[in-house]
């Protein structure tokens, strides 16, 4: 694939952007409305666009995210908007945009770790980006909605709001989700305000967004958790069996989250409680039949890491390791070597090392374990990691680990 005749530069506004986006995926026009709640979030400085001829045919976004690793928020290198005009394709322009990217924020010592979401799974495996994150899709039949008995106290009272009306509530509750939860992000005003759009032509059928808040009954108590949703309309042999679509639910403890789920599938003329959940999310064991629920479990976040050596010690470990890894990476060349990864009491340590290998893998691997959420002896089982020194699998799986698992719920 040959990029020549094209020119790569940052765009000078969102608007010239979102042009080339809208023809790449269908030609469907954004309303102005949608148009501005994207663009207090998008980067020009960092994004790019490529040319010819005077003509802007392809497209990157490049976000500045604080993302929850294990350990801790960092930074992350946040990619959307991956997309060329369709009179473009395959002339090498994604690889360049890619390419470009993990370059340069490498060279200006920027996140060594870039993230994104993909609507094609089998494409960005060839830059390196690993599945980091999955969620798993419920629909929680009327006939389901028993839940298993609980030690916790009785639940929280529920009430219902209009979003705009609980924002400062929202952002508060969402701010410690990094903490607990790698995969989730900080969002500051300009990304709340984009995950509480709700504009009628981008509802799909669905009724208004809605608020659920579960409040400390303490007098003037704060919410302790929320839950953003709305009901589509269905009827069935001329009984309402609306679908109630989950699209974020945060509690700062279980007995608020437990509330929040008690009362959504206990709305008044529901017939599927529908929703993306991490997959070791508890209303797995709150449901007393999780099986009528058809958990169907889906990849989600894909991570790549841009520098290794700064990445790698960047992160906490579940157990102290010593492991050399020899990694392949044809396009980030920097990372190509093996890598002596230490942790202990002091934190990890990562250096390039002649020492002989006791993993062989390659970047693409990397990225799916970054997150905690990925397992190194899965990967190793399906032949994509190899084994120099017998245990050294088990250990780097062990190491990796985080527990509770990754999961991104809002899309950049």
């Known amino acids: 694939m040959r990029t020549e005749g094209y020119e790569f530069a940052a765009p000078d506004s969102w608007d010239r952007f979102a042009d080339v986006v809208a023809l790449a ?17 998008f980067e020009p400085k960092r994004s790019l666009l490529a040319h010819r001829d005077g003509r802007t045919c392809a497209t990157l976004a490049l976000y500045s995210l604080d993302m929850g690793v294990p350990g801790g928020r960092r930074p992350i290198a946040g990619i959307g908007y991956v997309s060329v005009d369709p009179t473009h394709r395959r002339r090498g322009l994604m690889r360049g945009l890619i390419l470009r990217t993990l370059a ?11 993230a994104l979401h993909t609507t094609e799974p089998g494409i960005y495996g060839r830059f390196g980006f690993g599945g980091a994150t ?8 009327r006939h389901a909605r028993e839940m298993t008995p609980s030690h916790a106290e009785p639940p929280l009272p529920v009430r219902v709001a209009d979003p705009a009306d609980c924002v400062a509530h929202i952002a508060r509750i969402h701010e410690g989700a990094p903490e607990r939860r790698p995969g989730t992000f900080h969002r500051d005003d300009a990304w709340t305000r984009r995950a509480l759009t709700d504009l009628p032509e981008r509802r799909g059928g669905a009724g208004r967004l809605l608020c659920m808040l579960a409040e400390d009954p303490g007098e003037g108590g ?9 009901l589509t309309a269905r009827w069935v042999d001329s009984y309402p069996r609306y679908d109630v679509h989950v699209r974020e639910l945060f509690a700062e403890d279980s007995l608020a989250y437990a509330s929040l789920w008690r009362a959504l599938l206990d709305i008044d003329l529901a017939g599927t409680v529908i929703a993306d959940r991490p997959v ?11 099986r009528s ?18 990445a790698l010690p960047q992160r906490a470990y579940a157990a102290e390791i010593d492991v050399v890894i020899d990694v392949a990476d044809a396009d980030c060349p920097w990372n190509q070597g093996r890598w002596r990864l230490h942790t202990g009491a002091d934190g990890a340590a990562c250096a390039r090392t002649g020492a002989a290998a006791d993993l062989s893998l390659s970047a693409r691997e990397l990225g799916a374990v970054y997150l905690g959420g ?7 089982a399906a032949g994509r990691v190899i084994e120099h020194r017998a245990g050294a699998v088990r250990a780097a799986t062990r190491a990796f680990h985080h527990d509770p698992a990754p999961f991104c719920p809002t899309v950049f």
């Open 104 to 114: 340069g924020l490498y060279e200006r010592g920027e996140e060594p770790v870039a």
């Open 374 to 380: 990925t397992s190194l002896a899965q990967l190793a």
């Open 222 to 230: 704060l919410p302790r958790g929320y839950a953003l949703y709305a």
């Open 25 to 41: 995926y269908g030609g469907y026009d954004a309303a102005p409305a949608y148009r501005t709640v994207v663009a207090e979030v």
């Open 280 to 290: 070791d999310d508890p209303i797995l064991a709150l449901l007393a039949d999780p």
């Open 134 to 141: 999955r969620a798993v899709h419920l629909e929680i039949p």
């Open 293 to 310: 629920a058809v958990p169907v479990v889906r990849d989600q976040l894909y991570t790549r890491l841009v520098d290794l050596e700064r």
